[in-house]
C-alpha cells in the first residue's frame, strides 16, 4: 500500500497566485481529512470528507479556501488567491470505516511571497 | 481549537533513559491516540486508547488514561536516537471521527 499520497511536496507561489494542492488517499478508506500546520497555530483541520461528502469545513478559514473531493481516491485544496499567511505545511490523511486512526501524507510545504 | 494539549512542550533526554509526555483535555472523549512526527515528515499514527482502558502497552510505549483527570501520558523506555520527533496526542469526542491534535512536545534522544 503506498499510503496517502500529496502533491507538490513543496509549492513557492507569488502572492495573489491560484494554489491548487492535490491528494490521493488510501484505497478503501471513506474519510479524508486536510489540516494546515504552522509554528503559530500547530495542526488544525480545515475540512473533513466522508463518503466524498464535505461534511465539517468550520475550519476553512475563508472564501479563498475551497475544497472538493470529486470520488473516493481524490481530493483537491484550492487557495484563490493565495496571501503571505497562507505559508503553512498542509496535510492530508485518510481513515477507514469506522476507524478513526489517521493515515497522514508528507504534507505539501505551501510558500506564499 | 485544541482539544488536547501536551506537556511538556520541548523534552531532551540520553539515550537509554525514559520519556514521559503527558497530554490533558478538556471534554469527554471516546478515545485517545498518540502519533510521531519526524521533521519534515508526516504524522504517524502509534497507540489508540479508548475511554474504557487505563492502560496500553505497544513494544516500547506505554500509554495510560485518567479520564477523571482528563489526560494521558505517554512512556517511551530505553529511548533511542531515532526516537527523536514530534509526538502529539489526538481526540475523538461524542459522534465524530475527527482527531483533533495538540500542540505537540519535540523531543531529542542524544546518543
Known amino acids: 500500500d503506498a499510503g496517502v499520497i500529496q502533491s507538490p511536496r513543496h509549492e513557492v507561489t507569488e502572492m495573489g497566485q491560484e494554489v491548487t494542492l492535490r491528494c490521493k488517499p488510501i484505497?478503501?478508506?471513506?474519510?479524508l481529512f486536510w489540516y494546515r500546520q504552522t509554528m503559530m497555530r500547530g495542526l488544525e483541520l480545515l475540512i473533513y470528507?466522508?463518503?466524498?461528502?464535505?461534511?465539517?469545513d468550520s475550519g476553512m478559514p475563508e472564501d479563498r479556501f475551497s475544497a472538493k473531493m470529486p470520488n473516493a481516491s481524490f481530493s483537491t485544496l484550492k487557495i484563490q488567491p493565495s496571501e503571505p499567511r497562507d505559508s503553512a505545511v498542509y496535510f492530508c490523511?485518510?481513515?477507514?470505516?469506522?476507524?478513526?486512526?489517521?493515515?497522514f501524507g508528507q504534507g505539501t510545504r505551501l510558500t506564499v511571497v | 481549537s485544541q482539544q488536547g494539549e501536551e506537556d511538556p512542550q520541548a523534552l531532551s533526554i540520553q539515550e537509554g533513559e525514559n520519556a514521559t509526555m503527558n497530554c490533558s483535555y478538556k471534554?469527554?472523549?471516546?478515545?485517545l491516540q498518540w502519533y510521531r512526527q519526524n521533521s519534515g515528515r508526516g504524522l504517524v499514527h502509534l497507540i489508540l486508547?479508548?475511554?474504557?482502558?487505563r492502560e496500553k502497552h505497544s513494544g516500547r510505549l506505554r500509554v495510560t488514561l485518567d479520564t477523571s483527570k482528563k489526560s494521558s501520558s505517554l512512556l517511551i523506555t530505553a529511548s533511542r536516537a531515532a526516537d527523536t520527533a514530534s509526538y502529539f496526542c489526538?481526540?475523538?469526542?461524542?459522534?465524530?471521527?475527527?482527531?483533533?491534535f495538540g500542540r505537540g512536545t519535540s523531543l531529542i534522544v542524544h546518543p
Open positions: 490523511a485518510s481513515s477507514g470505516q469506522g476507524r478513526t486512526e489517521a493515515f
Open positions: 484505497s478503501g478508506h471513506n474519510s
Open positions: 470528507f466522508n463518503n466524498n461528502v464535505p461534511i465539517d
Open positions: 471534554t469527554s472523549i471516546n478515545n
Open positions: 486508547i479508548r475511554s474504557n482502558e
Open positions: 489526538a481526540t475523538t469526542s461524542g459522534g465524530s471521527y475527527i482527531p483533533t
